[in-house]
């Protein structure tokens, strides 16, 4: 897969840290996911995730490590909604955690 157009992301974060987080495929595979997500569940969930800012500041109780603030939108379709017309559990369990792969001896901040 080509890399994802991240030019769009606000935020002061590296252009490093948003290329990753915009290709979902290298996010997933580096949090130990299925590579191959087209065949599964979470390709579609995934991929209505817009990546719309990454910010990252020093923490503030922790003066040596940095925290990030990640802000995503999603368009929920009819397919990921139960019978009760509200989001599944499944898909909202498909939501990425990006901070923790944020850890500073991986990338670049």
Do not use: W, Y
């Amino acid at each position: 897969m080509s890399e994802r157009n991240f030019s769009h992301i606000a935020g002061n974060a590296s252009d490093k840290i948003k290329s990753f987080l915009a290709d979902r495929r290298k996010l997933f595979a580096a949090a130990g996911l299925q590579p191959n997500l087209e065949a599964t569940f979470g390709d579609a969930i995934v991929g209505a995730l817009n990546i719309c800012e990454i910010t990252v500041d020093q923490n503030p109780l922790e003066p040596l490590s940095k925290e990030a603030t990640v802000v995503c939108q999603a368009k929920i379709t009819q397919s990921m909604v139960n019978g009760h017309g509200t989001l599944h559990g499944g898909c909202s369990g498909m939501k990425p955690s990006p901070p923790p792969l944020l850890d500073s001896s991986k990338h670049t901040v």
